[in-house]
T-cell receptor, first 111, second 114 residues
Framework: AQSVAQPEDQVNVAEGNPLTVKCTYS??????LFWYVQYPNRGLQFLLK??????LVKGSYGFEAEFNKSQTSFHLKKPSALVSDSALYFC?????????FGTGTRLQVFP | ETGVTQSPTHLIKTRGQQVTLRCSSQ?????VSWYQQALGQGPQFIFQ???????GRGNFPPRFSGLQFPNYSSELNVNALELDDSALYLC?????????????FGPGTRLTVL
C-alpha cells in the first residue's frame, strides 16, 4: 500500500538554527512527493515537490527538501529557522488521482 | 494566496441535515479535488472532478457527492450528516488531472455537526 509517514508529532528549534522535518514514504514505482504548510485556520500552502531529477528540491520561503530513494525519505529542511515558520507541516504522496498525506508535524520555532 | 476560494467559512448543522459547500477554482484550472481534514489529522481524499466528471473517489460513503460546473467551480454535498462529519473541508484545484500536478488549496470550510 502506498503511504507516507511523519515520525515526529512536533519539532522544536531555536530561531536561526537549521531545521529538519522528516518524512518517509512507501510506494511502488516512482514517487511524486510534496510538502505543504498549514497555518492556523488556513488551508494548505504548497512549498515544493519532487517529480524527477535533482534530489535536492528548492521551494518557497527558503525551504528545500532532499529526496533519498535508498532510504525512501523526503525530509524538509531550512538552513536558518524563523519564528514565522512555526506551523503544521504535511508531507504528501501523489497516487493516481489524489494526495495521500502524512499525519503532520508541528514545527515550533523559539525566539 | 492561491486564488482558490471556498464558501462558507464556517457552518453549523445538526445531525441528519444536508449541507452544500462551494469552491471556486483558480483561473485556468480544470481539475478540483475535495479533502476532509478531521481535527489533528492529515487531509483525507474524498473525490476529484475533471471536466465535470468524477475522476476518482476515496473511501467515503455515497452520501458524499459532488458536482463540477462548466466554469470549473465545484460543490460538495453531504446528506444525512453525522457527528463524525465535523471537520475542515478543503478544496484544491490543479491545472490538469495529470499525475504529479500541484494541487492548490483553498482556505477551507469548517463544518460543525451538533
Amino acid at each position: 500500500a502506498q503511504s507516507v509517514a511523519q515520525p515526529e508529532d512536533q519539532v522544536n528549534v531555536a530561531e536561526g538554527n537549521p531545521l529538519t522535518v522528516k518524512c518517509t514514504y512507501s510506494v511502488s514505482g516512482n514517487p511524486y512527493l510534496f510538502w505543504y504548510v498549514q497555518y492556523p485556520n488556513r488551508g494548505l500552502q504548497f512549498l515544493l515537490k519532487y517529480i524527477t531529477g535533482d534530489n535536492l528540491v528548492k521551494g518557497s520561503y527558503g525551504f528545500e527538501a532532499e529526496f533519498n530513494k535508498s532510504q525512501t525519505s523526503f525530509h524538509l529542511k531550512k538552513p536558518s529557522a524563523l519564528v514565522s515558520d512555526s506551523a503544521l507541516y504535511f508531507c504528501a504522496l501523489y497516487n493516481t488521482d489524489k494526495l495521500i498525506f502524512g499525519t503532520g508535524t508541528r514545527l515550533q520555532v523559539f525566539p | 494566496e492561491t486564488g482558490v476560494t471556498q464558501s462558507p467559512t464556517h457552518l453549523i448543522k445538526t445531525r441528519g441535515q444536508q449541507v452544500t459547500l462551494r469552491c471556486s477554482s483558480q483561473s485556468g484550472h480544470n481539475t478540483v479535488s475535495w479533502y476532509q481534514q478531521a481535527l489533528g489529522q492529515g487531509p483525507q481524499f474524498i473525490f476529484q472532478y475533471y471536466r465535470e466528471e468524477e475522476n476518482g473517489r476515496g473511501n467515503f460513503p455515497p452520501r458524499f457527492s459532488g458536482l463540477q460546473f462548466p466554469n470549473y467551480s465545484s460543490e460538495l454535498n453531504v446528506n444525512a450528516l453525522e457527528l463524525d462529519d465535523s471537520a475542515l473541508y478543503l478544496c484544491a484545484s490543479s491545472p490538469t488531472s495529470e499525475s504529479g500536478d500541484t494541487q492548490y488549496f483553498g482556505p477551507g470550510t469548517r463544518l460543525t455537526v451538533l
